[in-house]
Structure formats: structure tokens, C-alpha cells
């Protein structure tokens, strides 16, 4: 399952609103995490089963969709915010990530 | 606290050999499914490898199909990565993931691998 996630990055201002699109190529009945990657640094876990956010996560963050289309949303957008994310799919195996969207400092 | 800890990086030359290991605590061990996940210098995430909790079960990656083999110790809380018959492209942070059912909840530090003449 190929998962094409836009865009591939984006700069932005602090207390934007932000957001990423992951898209697969079949469906993937809701099996989608998200993570932020910050530089140097393991991925994180924000986002699992579309739209759960995981204990921790600030709840400025959130995930909707279902099917094949999926959103990651940042409805106020902090310092702290700046990095990668990434999507993945585990409803089948090979597991697959998007290719990561950079937010950067506009 | 869950901790996972990546050890067995290093520079190895193309055609070597190399086995990472991923050492865990503060959780039951045999009731995760592990991974591992890696990424290449200036490139996105790539999942290599999964293994179930029993080890009964595992999946790889098409590019590392015959090359990589991944297993456990439950004895030990350990998950091992041998990789053989590396090449350049191969070149990458790995990190140790724990998979919860549908999400990986928790990654190593990550161990650098280094496949250079």
C-alpha cells in the first residue's frame, strides 16, 4: 500500500492553522498512525487508528478520515511544533510511511 | 517505564556483516509485536522488519528479503536484527520500535549503520 502524503513541506507561522494530507492507494480501514519527527531525534507517536489522539499529545493536534483519505491538523501552531511528520499505514504488511512533511518557520 | 535500547551500529564494509540488538524494560515483552524501523541520512522513515510476540511471525521489507533476519529472546527481553550481505543503500539510523496492535507507541534512540569501502 503506497501512502502519498502532501504536501512535502510547508513553512508557516506561529498560531497557524496546519495541515497535512496523507492519501493511500487502497483502503486501509483506519489502521493510520501519525508521528512528529524532530531533528536528530526518534519519532514520536501523535495520532493512531486515524483520529485517537495518544496520551500526552497536546490537543491541538488532531487526525480525521476514514477509507483512503486521512488529515493531520494543528489548529494553533507552536515553536515547539516545528519538525517532520510522518504517517503510517499497519493494516497489511510490508508497513509503509508517507515521505514526511517538513513545517518550517515562515 | 518503557525503555528500548539499540546497540551493534557501526561501519562495515558492502558485502559484511553486522547484528543490532535492542535491549527492553518496563514492559511484558512477549506481548508485543517489535520492529525495526530505519532512515537513511536526510530521508523519511522505513520500516524493515517486524516480528510477532511469540516470534512465531515475522515480515521484511522486499529490499532486505534474504539478507536480513529478525528475532527474539523473550528469556532475554531482547530483539536482535542480523544483517548480512549489506550494501551502500543500507546505510541508515535503525531504531527498535515496540507495535501496539496499530500504532508503534514507543522507539529506541536509534544505532547508526554505516555501509562504506
Known amino acids: 500500500i503506497q501512502l502519498t502524503q502532501s504536501p512535502s513541506s510547508l513553512s508557516a507561522s506561529i498560531g497557524d492553522r496546519v495541515t497535512i494530507t496523507c492519501r493511500a492507494s487502497?483502503?486501509?480501514?483506519?489502521?493510520l498512525a501519525w508521528y512528529q519527527q524532530k531533528p536528530g531525534k526518534a519519532p514520536n507517536l501523535l495520532i493512531y487508528?486515524?483520529?485517537t489522539l495518544q496520551r500526552g499529545v497536546p490537543s491541538r493536534f488532531s487526525g480525521s478520515g476514514y477509507g483512503t483519505d486521512f488529515t493531520l491538523t494543528i489548529s494553533s501552531l507552536q515553536p515547539e511544533d516545528f519538525a517532520s511528520y510522518y504517517c503510517?499505514?499497519?493494516?497489511?504488511?510490508?508497513?509503509?510511511f508517507g515521505r514526511g512533511t517538513k513545517v518550517e518557520i515562515k | 517505564e518503557v525503555q528500548l535500547s539499540e546497540s551493534g551500529g557501526g561501519l562495515v564494509q558492502p558485502g559484511g556483516s553486522l547484528r543490532l540488538a535492542c535491549a527492553t524494560s518496563?514492559?511484558?515483552?512477549?506481548?508485543?509485536?517489535m520492529a525495526w524501523v530505519r532512515q537513511a541520512p536526510g530521508k523519511g522513515l522505513e520500516w524493515v522488519s517486524s516480528?510477532?510476540?511469540?516470534?512465531?511471525?515475522?515480515y521484511y521489507t522486499d529490499s532486505v528479503k534474504g539478507r536480513f533476519t529478525i528475532s527474539r529472546d523473550n528469556a532475554k527481553n531482547t530483539l536482535y536484527l542480523q544483517m548480512n550481505s549489506l550494501r551502500v543503500d543500507d546505510t541508515a539510523v535503525y531504531y527498535c520500535?515496540?507495535?501496539?496492535?496499530?500504532?508503534?507507541?514507543?522507539w529506541g534512540q536509534g544505532t547508526p549503520v554505516t555501509v562504506s569501502s
Open positions: 503510517q499505514q499497519l493494516n497489511s504488511y510490508p508497513l509503509t
Open positions: 518496563g514492559f511484558t515483552f512477549t506481548t508485543y509485536a
Open positions: 487502497h483502503d486501509i480501514n483506519n489502521v
Open positions: 520500535a515496540r507495535v501496539h496492535v496499530v500504532c508503534i507507541d514507543s
Open positions: 516480528i510477532s510476540g511469540d516470534g512465531g511471525n515475522s
Open positions: 487508528g486515524a483520529s
